[in-house]
């Protein structure tokens, strides 16, 4: 259903002043937009500008009697198909995680069943605040969708993440300009580490978190694919209507991605495979007083999950990453060609910033022909720039085999 009655929420924060151009983009898209305003918002806006643009009166204080008798905020909680909330600051975004209802919009939040959209905008500090990282996280586990933000120069005249997305962007993304790239088409992604037995209470594992394969999996899921997510031992929620599958060792990853290969299109293999695992597993724990000075574990090599997929004679379209600490584009080219694989994801991960367990992410994209730069971003907004690229290849190479 194309959504056609929005609300627009606007709190308090510099990147208010984009958001006439934003009420102009939903009009030209075909909507009717009610604009409500926190107070803190009106001194970066002016209400007068929204009532102009959006041809319909502004809403702000949640006891007016005028606007009680007329529609009072359940009315406008039901009347609304979509809701947008930006910029979102980082107060009106703990009171949307804590469910507090103290003015308008967050009562109209709580009151009403329409879908979410978010596009906070703050200072990086506050953004990378752990208390704002948690808020994030309950509203995204609630089903709000996120729209940025953005990493760049900011009012406060620093510079990080926490810049509000361009309307332009916002109203592309409330329109899934891209949702068409990857619909009907089924996506395999692993993801996370593997961990490999040493003993009953030891293993072998990395610093993998599985963050960036889990948001490609809920960006790849709203881009329409159907996304079976094959994930190694980690603590985050599935996306909602992903399929997922829990794996610990890089054996048992490498049999179930064996068996959903046969039937997907893309295969993303975003996982830390363990590159080796123990030749025989001890049934009881290594006692250190058994042990002289070293203790020596024979290792053997564990199969190449994403290279045997690639080689099979019905094999999906794959994605490879390559996390390199030197020789970076050197080492991705190698994968690209010894693996046999479509694109390969480089990813620094000598850069903390950016590489295992950052909330951020970096990658250069190569094909056999081609390089692609996606610059520092969140994991979800650098999942669907990814996504991007790959539909786009994926789309090129099937009409080269049809034709
Ligand atoms: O060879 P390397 O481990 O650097 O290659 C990384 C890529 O290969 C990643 O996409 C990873 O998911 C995949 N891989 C795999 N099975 C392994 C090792 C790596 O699928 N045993």
Redesign the pocket.
């Known amino acids: 259903m194309k959504i056609t009655r929005w609300i627009l929420g606007i709190t308090g924060g510099i990147a208010a002043y984009k958001t006439p151009e934003l009420v102009r983009l939903l009009v030209k898209q075909g909507s009717e937009v009610k604009v409500v305003m926190t107070h803190g918002a009106k001194s970066f806006v002016t209400p007068m500008t929204l009532q102009a643009v959006s041809r319909n009166p502004v809403y702000s204080d949640l006891l007016d009697e005028d606007f009680e008798a007329a529609m009072g905020h359940i009315e406008l909680a039901r009347w609304a198909q979509g809701i947008l909330i930006a910029p979102l600051s980082a107060n009106r975004l703990a009171a949307l995680a804590h469910g507090m209802a103290d003015d308008l919009l967050t009562t109209l939040c709580l009151a009403t069943q329409a879908p979410i959209w978010a596009a906070p905008a703050m200072n990086q500090q506050m953004w990378h605040h752990p208390a704002t990282q948690s808020n994030i996280r309950i509203l995204q586990e609630r089903g709000i969708q996120l729209l940025g933000p953005e990493y760049g120069e900011q009012a406060c005249q620093e510079i990080g993440l926490g810049r509000m997305c361009e309307p332009e962007a916002i109203v592309a993304n409330l329109f899934n300009a891209e949702k068409t790239i990857l619909e009907g088409k089924h996506v395999l992604i ?1 993801a996370g580490p593997t961990q490999e037995v040493i003993d009953p209470v030891r293993y072998l594992s990395n610093r993998s978190s599985g963050k960036m394969g889990f948001a490609l999996a809920k960006a790849a899921q709203r881009m329409g694919a159907k996304v079976t997510l094959i994930a190694g031992p980690v603590s985050l929620p599935t996306p909602a209507h992903v399929k997922r599958l829990d794996v610990t060792s ?1 054996q048992q990853m490498y049999d179930v991605v064996m068996k959903e290969a046969q039937h997907c299109d893309i295969f993303i ?5 363990c ?1 080796f695992r123990l030749l025989e597993t001890n049934n009881h724990k290594i006692k250190k007083s058994d042990q002289h000075q070293n203790l020596t574990l024979n290792l053997v090599a ?6 045997t997929v690639a080689k099979l004679p019905k094999r999906p379209f794959c994605v ?4 390199e600490t030197e020789n970076f584009e050197h080492y991705a080219r190698q ?1 690209l060609l010894e ?1 046999e694989l479509d694109l390969v994801a480089l990813n620094d991960v000598s850069n903390n910033e950016i590489g295992f367990d950052a909330n951020d992410n970096a990658l250069t994209v190569f094909s056999h022909h081609q390089k692609h730069e996606i610059t520092k971003n969140s994991k979800e907004n650098v999942a669907i720039k990814l996504l991007e690229i790959i539909g786009e290849y994926y789309h090129a190479k099937n009409k080269t085999k049809s034709t």
């Open positions: 692993s890089a293999s975003a996982a830390a495979v590159d564990n199969p190449d999950i994403l290279a490879g990453f390559a996390a994968k693996k």
